[in-house]
């Protein structure tokens, strides 16, 4: 839930990962006996950080960051600049959608893969879940491998949301088997629309600014999808999982 992995198993360091930010992970540092600790993974292809070294085995764990940062990306969101820098907005799916993109990457890549076979394949894998390339996962897919300064981003009409407002839109707590709540409405004007996998509308209403909690306790348990549109006709789709 807050993105760094191993606080727990070691005394002297906060943390060993962060996928939000790499750069402030621990990291087997470059130094002649290769068995100085210290902070550093790379978050950027070729960027600050990365390795090509005997001692980390070609930077296998060092360079691992920019994976974890396209992964973080692709469920959260983010924008900014990277260390090629190239700017870059990526519109988050969630850690499910992103997870279901990365689990069959992995498991479909070969093991000589380079980056830019990892990044194609995403590609793939998230056509073949989501049946196209212009899908909106596959979409940001993209533009999140662009982010971390592999590849370029897809050229769809209409897609690509580059409306802040809608970016920080969260949803929480998902899955939830009582209730949900959106938040960090921003727009007076922004409305909702359920929907179920079937395309069915399950909810319609206006939300108001900042927090808006919605009872789910009678609905039917599975996916559904919630549209949040603003007024200049933009619109961003969160999936939600009811328990």
């Not at 939000?20 to 550093?40: A, F, Q, R, V």
């Not at 990892?118 to 596959?138: K, M, Q």
Request: net charge negative.
């Amino acid at each position: 839930s807050d993105w760094t992995m191993a606080e727990d198993a070691y005394s002297d360091i906060q943390f060993r990962r962060s996928f939000i930010d790499p750069k402030s992970s621990y990291m087997h540092y470059l130094n002649e006996n290769c068995d100085i600790w210290t902070i550093g993974q790379a978050d950027t292809y070729e960027g600050e950080f990365w390795e090509d070294n005997d001692c980390d085995a070609g930077g296998i764990h060092i360079n691992a960051g920019v994976q974890n940062h396209w992964f973080y990306l692709l469920s959260e969101g983010g924008s900014g600049s990277n260390d090629n820098e190239d700017s870059y907005f990526v519109n988050g799916i969630g850690p499910d959608a992103a997870g279901s993109i990365a689990l069959l990457n992995m498991m479909t890549l070969d093991e000589s893969a380079q980056f830019e076979d990892a990044r194609d394949n995403a590609l793939a894998v998230s056509v073949a879940i989501y049946g196209d390339l212009c899908s909106v996962e596959s979409f940001e897919c993209a533009r999140a491998w662009h982010a971390v300064g592999v590849g370029e981003p897809i050229e769809c009409e209409g897609l690509g949301i580059k409306n802040e407002a809608l970016s920080s839109i969260k949803l929480f707590p998902n899955p939830s088997s009582t209730e949900v709540t959106i938040a960090n409405i921003k727009d007076m004007n922004a409305k909702l629309t359920v929907t179920n996998l079937l395309g069915s509308t399950i909810l319609a209403h206006e939300l108001k600014i900042g927090e808006n909690t919605i009872n789910v306790s009678q609905w039917s348990k599975g996916t559904y999808f919630f549209q949040i549109g603003s007024i200049n006709g933009e619109s961003r789709t969160l999936e939600f999982i009811k328990l």
